[in-house]
């Protein structure tokens, strides 16, 4: 038996907001319906071994249609916010909107006016994140990130859903963790649209950083009274001997600094990354290094492990790479083959907390994937609890020293497509059974339902 946790809900301030944090590709499906067209994801989905079990997110949580008792069940459960992103091609079949002649698809539109009025009938707070990776098929058959026009593109979109949206949401992302879309999708090719090239990478760089800022200035033009911000994926860097300490300073550079530094107005960090100097260099026009920076009213920070690094000779821009959990001996490995490390959670909210330009900080994601199994009707998912336990308690630690962190959104609410890993790895708090479509509340999410609804102190 462990502690006894030594916090409840009202231990973090009755100001925390507690969500949940989800994505439009990954629970929606509805992938054809209602005037959609299709996003890289579809595309990339299609083509033989990308996803590894070789399922389709084409109906994933059918979302769409459910959002409705699925929001009644997140009501249930105690949170008080929702994250939830938007579906681009759902919005703007052509890509570019109605400023470069495209057109705006009403049935779209109207799909998240009824999500958001569910939401705040529920009096559920709805967090919108603009971009979480589902290009439009039509832009990326244009050029996608690599291609400037992109920021213009994007801002035509940001102009679109915050005129449909901003009266009634005023907590709106921009970005969900720009590295992950820029390096999986258009360098390692892990992710869609599947492209690999050490040529399109800085551009790609460059070009979400610019739209970073540039979505940030139009939502808060057309939402004065929103608060804005962006995600970023984070994780504390260790070297893995002291020998490697410099490699852990590369590597913290490229997963920790590479998106935020620019919109703090510091530039990229290219003096722990030279070939990010080129930026300037070659692929920046006169005025965007002014350009990249916004003052964002928060930042959220997705953060599920710690990295520990060696020195390596294979990966030439970087001279470092990741030692896995397995030849560290790692304990507690999640199915993502992640280690489980709570203490990295305090660690990461104290290193952004040191950037003065940072006002807020909200956890956006944070989660486990396990196997779970249904036993008699039920899931017991111990190994989640913990997890959400522990890593909130360090959260706890952060804001008693002092860091501005005021929310916690769990990554996720229910189990779904998870991109390259098809169905397997289960994040959710809610079960779900992909043939049948049952939701079943696993204990990790009846622990956040008690924690959050009674007036117990939670104990283990
Ligand atoms: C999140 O990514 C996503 O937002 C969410 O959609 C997803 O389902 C969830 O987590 C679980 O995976 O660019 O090679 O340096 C968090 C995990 C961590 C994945 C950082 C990409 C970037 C590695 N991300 N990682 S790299």
């Known amino acids: 038996p462990s502690d006894p946790l030594n916090f409840d809900?009202?231990?973090?301030?009755s100001d925390f907001v507690w969500g949940t944090a989800t994505a439009a590709y990954q629970i929606e499906g509805a992938v054809d319906r209602d005037g959609r067209t299709p996003c890289v994801w579809d595309t990339f989905g299609r083509?033989?071994?990308?996803?590894k079990t070789g399922e389709t997110a084409d109906i994933a949580c059918e979302f769409y249609d459910r959002y409705e008792s699925d929001l009644l069940l997140h009501k249930e459960l105690g949170f008080n916010a929702f994250r939830f992103s938007l579906s681009w091609s759902r919005i703007l079949p052509d890509g570019v909107g109605?400023?470069?002649?495209?057109?705006?698809?009403?049935?779209?539109?109207?799909?998240?006016?009824?999500?958001i009025d569910q939401?705040?009938?529920?009096?559920?707070?709805?967090?919108?994140?603009?971009?979480?990776?589902?290009?439009?098929?039509?832009?990326?058959?244009?050029?996608g990130w690599p291609n400037r026009k992109i920021v213009d593109w994007f801002a035509d979109f940001a102009d679109v859903c915050t005129k449909a949206y901003g009266h009634k949401v005023k907590h709106w992302i921009i970005l969900n963790e720009p590295l992950a879309f820029s390096i999986l999708g258009y360098f390692t090719g892990q992710h869609a649209p599947g492209r690999r090239s050490f040529r399109n990478l800085l551009p790609v760089?460059?070009?979400?950083?610019?739209?970073?800022?540039?979505?940030?200035r139009i939502v808060r033009q057309n939402v004065p009274d929103a608060l804005v911000g962006t995600t970023f994926s984070c994780s504390p860097i260790d070297p893995f001997t002291p020998g490697d300490q410099s490699a852990a300073i590369r590597v913290d550079a490229l997963m920790n600094r590479l998106f935020i530094e620019p919109s703090l107005g510091l530039g990229y960090p290219s003096k722990e990354l030279p070939f990010l100097a080129s930026i300037a260099k070659k692929v920046?026009?006169?005025?965007?290094?002014?350009?990249?920076?916004?003052?964002?009213d928060f930042i959220g920070l997705q953060h599920y492990f710690r990295a520990v690094v060696e020195q390596s000779y294979f990966m030439p821009y970087l001279w470092a790479k990741d030692v896995t959990p397995l030849r560290r001996n790692v304990q507690t490995i999640t199915e993502m083959g992640w280690?489980?490390?709570?203490?990295?959670?305090?660690?990461?909210?104290?290193q952004f907390g040191q950037y003065e330009g940072i006002k807020k900080i909200y956890i956006t994601e944070s989660g486990a994937a396990f196997y779970d199994q249904v036993e008699k009707g039920q899931v017991h998912d111990k190994a989640r609890v913990e997890y959400h336990q522990n890593y909130l308690q360090q959260v706890l630690r952060a804001k008693q020293e002092g860091l501005p962190v005021e929310g916690y959104f769990a990554w996720t609410f229910l189990d779904n497509f998870e991109w390259a890993e098809g169905y397997r790895p289960r994040f959710g708090l809610v079960y779900v059974d992909f043939r049948t479509q049952q939701r079943i509340v696993k204990?990790?999410?009846?622990?956040?339902?008690?924690?959050?609804t009674e007036e117990l102190v939670a104990v283990r």
């Open 9 to 13: 809900r009202h231990t973090f301030g």
């Open 47 to 51: 083509q033989k071994g990308k996803i």
């Open 98 to 115: 109605p400023a470069h002649g495209g057109r705006i698809n009403e049935a779209g539109i109207a799909f998240y006016d009824r999500l």
């Open 119 to 143: 939401c705040l009938q529920l009096g559920i707070t709805p967090w919108i994140t603009l971009y979480h990776w589902d290009l439009p098929q039509a832009l990326e058959l244009k050029g």
């Open 205 to 216: 760089i460059h070009h979400t950083a610019l739209a970073q800022a540039e979505g940030g």
């Open 284 to 296: 920046a026009k006169p005025g965007d290094m002014e350009r990249l920076a916004f003052d964002f």
């Open 339 to 350: 280690e489980v490390y709570p203490e990295s959670m305090y660690r990461i909210i104290k």
């Open 443 to 452: 204990a990790s999410g009846r622990w956040f339902q008690q924690l959050l």
